[in-house]
């Protein structure tokens, strides 16, 4: 995921985040954090509810952000890779989005870059950097996984399905490497 931030000129300071899958400019994000983020067991039900109120849709991700105030942001639009977001980053209290299949024409690209779904995408530690706020994402597969900062490291804990287990990780693990790209170009 991917998020590009910028300040509007209304005298109240916002920032619009557009989660995007590549293409992100990582140099804004590689801030440490200063306290832990971690998600609670109420944020796992409620994200677990919000998820599953999503209609099908695995052409196009969805996003929803909570605030600290209960009230739930849309994001101003969604793609195949990413949604945008005009909000207060300081008000954030959790995120939720999906990440669906990749569209691209060539097939085993499309296939490398829906297996690296499953795991958090370039950009999915922004919530955390920027608004101290944990990140849920549904992946392809249906596992539902939040991204975490505990004790100076990004934790990823699968809070539904196939991998019940913490492991530690970091931004930009799951990019595909020039050569796994190259081997899926010529799959196809």
């Not at 099908?56 to 977001?85: W, Y």
């Amino acid at each position: 995921m991917q998020i590009a931030v910028f300040l509007l000129v209304t005298g109240i300071v916002f920032s619009s985040f557009q989660i995007l899958a590549s293409g992100f400019q990582r140099k804004s994000l590689n801030s440490a954090i200063a306290a832990n983020v971690v998600a609670t067991p109420a944020m796992d039900k409620q994200a677990m509810a919000i998820l599953a109120s999503f209609k099908p849709n695995k052409r196009q991700e969805q996003a929803r952000a909570i605030m600290h105030d209960g009230s739930v942001i849309l994001p101003t639009q969604c793609n195949n890779h990413s949604c945008s977001f005009e909000l207060d980053t300081r008000e954030v209290k959790f995120v939720v989005h999906t990440h669906v299949k990749c569209s691209n024409p060539n097939q085993g690209v499309a296939k490398l870059i829906t297996q690296s779904r499953e795991l958090p995408g370039p950009g999915d530690h922004a919530f955390l950097v920027l608004g101290n706020a944990p990140n849920y994402f549904q992946t392809p597969k249906g596992n539902v996984r939040v991204l975490e900062y505990r004790d100076g490291e990004y934790r990823l804990r699968t809070v539904y399905g196939d991998d019940a287990s913490e492991r530690k990780w970091q931004p930009y693990a799951g990019d595909p490497s020039i050569s796994d790209i190259k081997r899926a170009l010529r799959q196809s």
